[in-house]
C-alpha cells in the first residue's frame, strides 16, 4: 500500500520560512517524479512544484519561483518543500503527490498517489 505523509506545516509570520516533508512508502520512491500541490480555502487546487525521476529535474509555479525549492532524498524516500520569504497569499493546505508516466509536471492530473496535507498559515 502506497503512502505519501507529509509534515512540517505550521503557522509562520510573513516574511518567515518553512520546510515541509513528505515521507514515501509502499513504491519504489526513485522511479517516480514528485510535486507539491496547494488548496487555499475557495479555491481550486494549484500546481506548486514538481522534481523528476532521473536527473531530478526541478519546475515552479511562477508565484513561488525563487522562494521555494523543492528536492528529493531517494535514500531516505523523502521529498522536501523549503520555502522562505512567505506571504499571506501561500496559506494553504499543502499536498505532495507521486506520479510516473507523464511529463506534464504542472498537471494535477499525471500524479497517482497523493497525501493528506499539511497545513501552512502566514500570518500578516
Known amino acids: 500500500q502506497v503512502q505519501l505523509v507529509e509534515s512540517g506545516g505550521g503557522l509562520v509570520q510573513t516574511g518567515g520560512s518553512l520546510t515541509l516533508s513528505c515521507a514515501a512508502s509502499?513504491?519504489?520512491?526513485?522511479?517516480?517524479?514528485l510535486g507539491w500541490f496547494r488548496q487555499a480555502p475557495g479555491k481550486e487546487r494549484e500546481f506548486v512544484a514538481a522534481?523528476?525521476?532521473?536527473?531530478?529535474?526541478?519546475y515552479y509555479a511562477d508565484s513561488v519561483k525563487g522562494r521555494f525549492t523543492i528536492s528529493r532524498d531517494n535514500t531516505k524516500n523523502t521529498v522536501y518543500l523549503q520555502m522562505k520569504s512567505l506571504k499571506p497569499e501561500d496559506t494553504a493546505v499543502y499536498y505532495c503527490?507521486?506520479?510516473?508516466?507523464?511529463?506534464?509536471?504542472?498537471?494535477?492530473?499525471?500524479?497517482?498517489?497523493w497525501g493528506q496535507g499539511t497545513q501552512v498559515t502566514v500570518s500578516s
Open positions: 509502499g513504491l519504489i520512491f526513485n522511479w517516480y517524479y
Open positions: 503527490a507521486g506520479g510516473r508516466g507523464s511529463s506534464d509536471y504542472y498537471s494535477e492530473h499525471v500524479y497517482t498517489f
Open positions: 522534481i523528476t525521476w532521473g536527473m531530478g529535474s526541478t
